[in-house]
């Protein structure tokens, strides 16, 4: 009920509902009404609707508040610019409760209720995959801020893209050269028994291997743990690098957990920041963390050298020198993901504009526009760095930040670059029909 | 002797509803068919449970599992193995119905409240199952269903089960074999034994009726048809993941039949569209919607205690099946 | 790491599982064995005692101490006020039907995770432990908290067996239990009883919740898995038997930990939790319950 205030901007539901319901006791004519014909007269006027799918409740809750605020000051800033094609955007928000099924049931309900012309947004790839058969089925563009790698599989479907944040694959490759160079070569992997986990694992193994390094051992932890300390013993004692990825609510436990079972004499540790999102890096607990390293997509805390875009974006989302809210500093941001967000909006208003999008008649036209986009340079409209798009797999790939937690917070102590990502696309949505 | 098939104001009122089910495809808005074709696959899941806890009063909450092998079933052989619609949905009815009864064999050792438990449990391993061979079922991400695998193939022709009128029709189909074959169980020897039984165990027992595997019939048939909603679901809408095998899919059909009615014919579609729509219409109005949704469930309970459904056949239509 | 230590460390956990599940396990129990109510809600009481225990300790400043002790005492008393409400608005009103309760019960569970969800954020909080002592062994390193737990859980049972074997309240309840007809011709206030041992049962699982916040955070879904877990241990227990409980949850608690070493950890909980089952299957009425009736 404390979202409310954001929501009610943006989002109208209520006419819309209204209508349908008035809809369901009506003749088959109606079906056909409303769409083409309505946008092509008011095209100039006409909102541009993006149906964002939003995880307000259930597990990606904390990330989801604030993809909305990203969302929010991002959609806010194009409007003030004069909108996409001189048309207002409009965000439409449904909350798909983390649900794979009810992500699909949201598609269905953006694309024939509220007749968005495009869905975003999602984060969770079990909700993502869900969605998939639904937006190619209707033929809905389908921009999602995931970092998983189900886009790039080639899996999906030629609507489904994901311009806006790196995905995992490429994440785990540009970190393995610089662990093996500045860590040490024996890696312990700890990751969550389930795909996101599995897809850390199978992609940083012969990473980690081509750089000389090796994997000494795997420990998968089940999703339904809460305490983790059992599994600890597994990691064998000549391990030079802890390498640790959890998400979920437990995963401060681990962390805390580790600490206490290692003390200061452990390995050391590298983390995938997907652990610590919206969880303030000083909280009870966590002390031993410091001199340990994270993967961050954006780094969460102001760094000394920032560009004035970077200070511009963090000032315009709202958050702090120690990425939390400004008006609650105990409300800690999901910084390393919430940029995709902001990026994404960009990338669908640069498509737009290229493809003459005029009304959802032309969505094969803006998924065309956003296959043929390759080099975005760093800058206000991509304010977490350049990134470079490949229209065969629909996905996009920037530079990564290794940070390490210094006095409590955590700084940037290098930034990989585009190429240290890249792997051979697996797939080429391009020859798919739409 | 009461006949077996139903008749007069039963036999309308079914047909009725099929009927206007049918119209509803052609006359509801886009958006309002595809939520009645889902709700119609998932009321055939409330239906196989129904069976068993309705009518034979087995209250388990690893239904879950039974859902999950036609899904699994169905969607893993065409995901792999390139099987066509009709082979893997037969192997997701084959996959529920032997897993129902190698469960029922086990969990109906106990009754009451330990059957409840053991069944979440084995559920509970069937679903750390999905998730250990993550390899081959991509755990809680899941698998997407090609569209161009989801094609029901007939001699002489195709259905496209992908688009929304087909796979109305065809959820619909499903829907009204299942209802008319509940219609038939619910009037057949068979089906008035689990009642009995549910009734008075021990009085069944000295009868001389072979409790066990009357029982062991029921949850085989409520696997089979929970199976069959799994199945479906995966060659409709494409998608298959552990998710469904978690343990609020094993409290949901109990929900949608508490809500509906349990132990009516038509309760469970009734409590599955409902639980829908007010979730539907509680998340477009509000961000809180869980509060309403909780509140609406409490409000339902205290006024209409033993469901829609159940609660009119009390008070004003005792003929209802 | 050799057997023996694994074994120590495997065990160790094993009993701070134990201990926290089967104070929560026993809250379950009381409510299942006295008023036949299968309370789906039982988990979110422990969370809404976990989110309160984080707001307590948060409100004082000073030693950690301070505010734990705070919320131990406070977050009990405040989750059981509204278990007590909840009870006599709804509970009550269905007349304790077992599946009227259940869709009650769910629908509780709803409201008070939006509440969570609106008023506490769906981020995981830590709670400060009141001491942080970390006890170095030869092979690993343990939380001295984590066997304060142990402790505080043995004593807060120890107190609720006496309430319920010394006291008239507890006679009073048994009476109830056994048999509510006589109890009410008896002059047992019987609403009375069952909205007391509601707001008991709640109590005693956010006591709970307040000792494992420390270790794990507060977070909005985390009444989940401890709920199946302690239907699991009530019934395996045996109904109504406090020993049973115990014995069940220790066995939960350390059979995860144990078989873990021995396979991979999914695979590890997919055996566990079916030796688990079995033992229900061959035994229906629990390790110490009495034969069904």
Partial sequence: ?434 | MISLLPRGKTLVLHIGIVLVLLALNFILPEYHRGVFSRVLVLAVFAMGYNIAFGYTGLLSLGHAMFFAAGLYGAGLTIYHLDWGVWPAFATGLAAGLALALLVGALALRTTGVAFMIVTLMFAQVFYLTTLYFTTYTRGEEGLVLRQQARVLAFPGGALDLSDPSTRYLVALTLFTLVLGAVLFLVRAPFGRSLVAIKENEERMRMLGYDVFANKLLSVALSGLVCAASGAAYAVLFGYVGSGFAAIQYSILPLLWVLLGGAATTLGPLIGTLLMFYVIDLASSHTTAHLLVVGLVLIGLILYFPKGIVGTIRERWAPWLP | MAFGPYLLLATLEGLVTAAVLSLMALGLSLVFGVMRVVNVAHGEFYMLGAVLAWWFSTMLGGHPAVGFLLALVLSPLVVAAVAFVAERLVLSRLNYEPEATIVATIGLLYIIQQLALSFYGADARPVEAPFSYRIQLPWFGYSAYKLAVIAASMVMMIGTWLVLTRTKIGLVMRATQYDRETAQAFGIPVGKVYAGVFALGAALAAFAAVLIVPIQQAHYLMGHDPLLLSFIVVIIGGLGSLRGTVVAAILIGLSDGIVSMFFSPTLAKMLATFLVAMVLVFRPQGLFGAAAR
């Avoid at chain 1, 904390?62 to 996409?84: F, V």
């Avoid at chain 1, 690098?241 to 437990?250: L, N, Q, S, T």
């Avoid at chain 1, 994270?294 to 511009?312: H, I, K, L």
């Fill in chain 1, 1 to 434: 009920m404390t979202e409310n205030r954001k929501s009610t901007i943006l989002t109208p539901h209520g006419l819309t509902r209204r209508n349908a319901l008035k809809g369901l006791g009506a003749a088959a004519g109606l079906i056909a009404a409303p769409g083409f014909v309505r946008y092509g007269q008011a095209q100039s006027s006409e909102p541009i609707k993006i149906g964002f799918q939003c995880h307000r409740t259930g597990i990606g809750a904390a990330y989801g508040r604030w993809y909305e605020r990203t969302t929010t000051a991002a959609a806010k800033l194009i409007n003030e610019a004069g909108g996409i094609n001189g048309r207002p955007l409009e965000i439409i928000i449904e909350d798909d409760g983390t649900d794979p099924k009810r992500g699909a049931e949201v598609v269905e309900k953006f694309a024939n209720q509220h007749k968005v012309d495009l869905v975003y947004g999602t984060l969770f790839s079990h909700v993502v995959v869900g969605s998939a058969p639904a937006a190619g089925e209707l033929k809905m563009p389908y921009y999602v801020v995931s970092e998983g790698y189900h886009v790039a599989s080639g899996k999906m479907n030629r609507y489904c893209v994901q311009p806006g944040i790196t995905d995992v694959k490429a994440q785990v490759r540009s970190v393995a050269p610089w662990i093996a160079n500045n860590l040490g070569k024996k890696i312990t992997l700890i990751y969550p028994d389930y795909a996101f986990g599995h897809d850390h694992r199978d992609f940083f193994e012969p990473a980690i291997q081509a750089q000389g390094g090796q994997v000494v051992a795997k420990v998968p932890i089940p999703p339904t743990e809460t305490s983790f300390t059992r599994y600890l013993p597994q990691i064998p004692s000549d391990t030079d690098v802890i390498y640790h990825v959890m998400v979920g609510p437990a995963v401060l436990t681990f962390v805390k957990e580790l600490g206490e079972f290692f003390g200061n004499s452990g390995p050391q540790l590298f983390g995938f920041i997907d652990s610590l999102e919206a969880v303030d890096i000083n909280s009870p607990g966590l002390e031993f963390l410091d001199g340990s390293h994270f993967w961050e997509g954006m780094p969460r805390y102001a760094q000394p050298d920032q560009p004035d875009y970077v200070s511009f974006y963090r000032e315009t989302v709202g958050i702090d020198e120690n990425g939390a809210s400004v008006d609650d500093p105990k409300d800690v941001s999901t910084a390393a993901h919430m940029f995709g967000c902001w990026e994404t909006l960009y990338v669908i208003k640069a498509a737009m504009e290229a493809s003459g999008y005029a009304g959802p008649g032309d969505r094969a036209k803006l998924i065309e526009a956003t296959e043929a986009m390759t080099e975005m340079e760093a800058g206000r409209e991509h304010p977490q760095g350049k990134k470079r798009f490949n229209g065969k797999i629909h996905q996009v790939f920037g530079e990564q930040n290794i940070s390490r937690v210094e006095g409590g917070r955590l700084n940037v102590v290098h930034r990989t670059s585009i190429e240290d990502g890249l792997y051979e696309p697996e797939a080429d949505y391009t020859t798919m029909s739409f």
